[in-house]
């Protein structure tokens, strides 16, 4: 799988949206700029928040966010609190998933 990088996003709100992603994790770099993050897919599906790694299984400290539904989350600022990467993953079989992006 690879990494999908918005760390060069400088335009708001933005969007990605990925078919396909299955079980483990899809791993997504963020930029400095954002300071919110929502996900969501066309099935239920995990949110990884910390233990990312592209490809691995789902960690067990996971949030389910469940089909056709988004789930919002505030990003911490501070150098040292700051998340840089996020992973989705779908909760079974596959899903289109996307991550909105604002500043």
């Known amino acids: ?20 992603v299955g079980t483990t994790q899809q791993e997504i770099t963020l930029p400095d700029t954002a300071r919110t993050v929502s996900a969501g897919g066309n099935a239920a599906i ?3 928040l910390d233990s990312v790694a592209d490809g691995a299984a789902v960690p067990t400290n996971k949030i389910s966010i469940p089909a056709d539904q988004i789930l919002e989350v505030q990003l911490p600022q501070g ?25």
């Open 1 to 20: 799988m690879a990494i999908i990088d918005l760390s060069g996003t400088n335009e708001y709100p933005a969007v990605s949206t990925t078919a396909s």
């Open 46 to 48: 995990w949110l990884v």
């Open 79 to 103: 150098k040292n609190q700051r998340i840089e990467k996020i992973a989705v993953a779908a909760q079974s079989g596959t899903a289109t998933i996307s991550v909105i992006l604002e500043a």
